[in-house]
């Protein structure tokens, strides 16, 4: 049994945890003078809170610890794709070293769950696919995963991609992507019959990037909802950005909202800063809908944003939705650390409204982020570098550096 001295969950009263097995076995407050015979943790008084959840990462397209290139893709998503595919082989890393070292690297800093893209097109075929799967082995004993299969080019444009994507499913992605069925395939119809087709041949779940806005991607949300609804799929969709909520009506997003709580479907955001793209996050917890937060692509051909850092992305999170008052900051990080984590898992707790503090509780997985700060607010305001994670009741990870790691 390891003993976590001197933590305060969510910013408390300080308190001690006892870890075995991999979860939390119980919770006393803090006894300086405690004697304990196993492993013993000083959280020195730290704040403690679940360990972070990337919802939506592309470890097959980060470029972080190469040398800085200018950006050079253009406005629209088949601009970006064809710049993706233009230089994706040029960096001086392999693709399995990039997507290995960027894990490393969102461990280092809180990370020990990840949902994960890997492109998969017929430019690529399936190698980013077993890179993305290299590079969670390597990690598997700091950071879950779950690695989708992702029709990023699009999946009907090119022959050849659906075979791809169940050669995809056969090798072991959990689950089965889709992306923008209107705007980028522009047969929604045929694309949700491949898509659900793979999910109940494979036996997976189904998540589907969704940058359709307004109206056109209400119109697609529908049509997924409609689907998910007819084959008995509640609690297995996800979607990724879901612009389209941000950018219509509120009776339109307030019924949207009350279909995804009664279907369960999850929703995964980026904190995007364009102007009507931010998901009603209050709203969606509120009812229920398991929502999650994710860096996207980090410093790749996509975007020069994205360091590996959660924390960042949480500070962001709060900034595109104007929150100020303490209850929402803290709100974020319970997006990005328990909301994430149920998207991994449908039967784990779940956010409410603001307030609610799960995961530090007896029962619950020690994945935890020991982060110095007054309080949780602070924390995601100036996201110290003070950090401990540990998975499993295991520290991987101190001061921004994982422990015991040799890059294969």
């Known amino acids: 049994m390891t003993l976590l001295r001197h933590v305060r969950p969510w910013g408390g009263d300080p308190v001690d945890l006892e870890l075995e097995a991999g979860r939390i076995a119980a919770v006393g407050p803090h006894q300086p003078s405690r004697e304990h015979p ?171 990037h969704l940058h359709e806005p307004g109206h056109l991607g209400v119109w697609t949300l529908g049509l997924i909802l409609e689907r998910t609804r007819a084959l008995g799929m509640q609690g297995r969709v996800t979607l990724a950005h879901g612009y389209g909520l941000g950018g219509v009506d509120a009776a339109t997003t307030a019924r949207l909202v009350e279909e995804l709580a009664e279907l369960d479907v999850a929703m995964s955001t980026v904190a995007p800063p364009q102007a009507g793209t931010a998901l009603p996050l209050l709203d969606l917890t509120a009812a229920g809908v398991r929502v999650g937060l994710g860096q996207d692509g980090q410093r790749d051909f996509w975007t020069p944003y994205g360091n590996g850092d959660m924390l960042d992305r949480t500070w962001q999170l709060a900034f595109t939705h104007d929150f100020r008052d303490d209850a929402l900051l803290e709100h974020c990080l319970a997006v990005a650390t328990v909301g994430g984590a149920s998207l991994l898992d449908p039967l784990s707790p779940r956010i409410g409204a603001p307030g609610s503090r799960s995961g530090v509780e007896v029962g619950d997985p020690a994945d935890l982020l020991v982060v110095d700060g007054e309080c949780v607010a602070q924390v995601v305001m100036d996201r110290p570098r003070d950090r401990t994670v540990l998975k499993a009741g295991v520290v991987v990870a101190d001061g921004l550096v994982l422990r015991n790691h040799q890059p294969v």
């Open 38 to 208: 196993g492993d013993d943790i000083d959280g020195r008084g730290r704040i403690v809170v679940p360990a972070f959840t990337d919802a939506h990462a592309h470890l097959d397209s980060s470029l972080l610890g190469l040398p800085f290139r200018p950006h050079t893709g253009g406005p629209a998503i088949w601009d970006m794709v064809l710049n993706d595919r233009e230089h994706w082989r040029d960096p001086a890393w392999s693709v399995t070293e990039r997507a290995s070292y960027t894990l490393g690297l969102m461990v280092a800093h809180g990370v020990t769950r990840v949902r994960t893209y890997a492109q998969i097109d017929v430019d690529c075929r399936l190698e980013r696919f077993e890179a993305v799967q290299a590079a969670v082995a390597e990690h598997r004993d700091r950071c879950d995963a779950v690695v989708i299969a992702c029709p990023q080019a699009g999946l009907l444009r090119e022959p050849g991609v659906v075979e791809l994507m169940e050669e995809a499913l056969r090798q072991g992605a959990d689950v089965v992507g889709g992306i923008d069925p209107s705007m980028l395939d522009r047969d929604p119809v045929r694309h949700l019959d491949v898509v659900f087709g793979l999910a109940e041949r494979y036996q997976v779940p189904v998540d589907i």
